[in-house]
């Protein structure tokens, strides 16, 4: 299935009329932009040097009143290898609805400060910017707002041919259903790549844990519980999966 008719799909999905998130909110007005800047530091650039450069960032959003939330995802345990290697050191995510992401870039590109932060975050690091939509299917406000450290997984799907966007509508409202009330994670979302994202086949399932024992929990039902069964019927019958990759995750900004 093209990546075309991969986003038809999903957005068929997340749209359809009456179809709710696990707290209540529907998809529309849930959804978020969000800017993936996947980056690795340049040569006498430090770490240390680059979160200043964010605090300088942070508070030139706050005096342009064009904060997002912000945060950070280092590879844990990834789908690397030696041959193989991870191609960037982290991943800083800008989250924000679409009209908040495209004020932010008008004044960091059309202000003169904008431009000064600009230029020095090109000397300090080599990043690719990406877009992704998300869509959150379950969310444990309380956790997430609250939890400033966290564990993230990643698993990317294509649906499998002949699967229509009903059936994929079906098996996700079953799913969400069948597991209300009994979710591990803090966390339940799902992106889709927009912008910039040739690369990438098909959906992300984005899951939020709290911390390693939350994840470990869900892991248990995945491996001994029988979980396993529902993830094997998953890709029999709707989506092709990679399998988790697994980040560190660490919140940099809340937005006000």
């Not at 978020?32 to 770490?47: E, F, H, R, Y």
């Not at 240390?48 to 450069?53: A, G, M, Q, S, V």
């Not at 699967?163 to 889709?192: C, M, R, Y």
Request: proline residues 3%; aromatic residues 12%.
């Amino acid at each position: 299935m093209s990546l075309k008719k991969v986003f038809a799909t999903l957005l068929l999905f997340f749209t359809a009329p009456g179809l709710v998130f696990a707290d209540g909110h529907g998809a529309q007005e849930n959804v978020l932009s969000v800017q993936l800047n996947l980056c690795n530091l340049k040569d006498g650039s430090s770490m240390k040097d680059y979160d200043e450069l964010l605090d300088d960032y942070f508070q030139w959003a706050k005096d342009n009143d064009v904060e997002v939330d912000f945060v950070r995802q280092t590879p844990l345990f990834t789908h690397a290898t030696p041959n193989s290697p991870d191609q960037w050191q982290f991943a800083d995510f800008l989250i924000s609805d679409h009209k908040r992401s495209g004020e932010t870039w008008d004044k960091w590109l059309g202000t003169k400060t904008g431009q000064k932060l600009n230029k020095r975050w090109g000397e300090m690091a080599s990043c690719n910017i990406k877009f992704m939509a998300l869509y959150p299917m379950y969310m444990d406000q309380t956790t997430i707002q609250s939890d400033d450290s966290r564990v993230v997984s990643w698993d990317w799907c294509t649906p499998l041919d002949g699967v229509t966007p009903d059936q994929v509508i079906k098996k996700h409202a079953d799913l969400a259903k069948q597991f209300e009330g009994k979710f591990n994670q803090s966390a339940w979302l799902v992106g889709i790549p927009t912008v910039g994202m040739a690369q990438a086949s098909g959906y992300a399932h984005i899951n939020v844990y709290k911390d390693f024992a939350a994840y470990q929990a869900d892991r248990q039902f995945l491996d001994a519980e029988g979980g396993w069964r529902v993830y094997m019927d998953y890709q029999a019958t709707t989506a092709s999966c990679t399998g988790e990759a697994l980040y560190l995750e660490e919140v940099l900004n809340r937005a006000n």
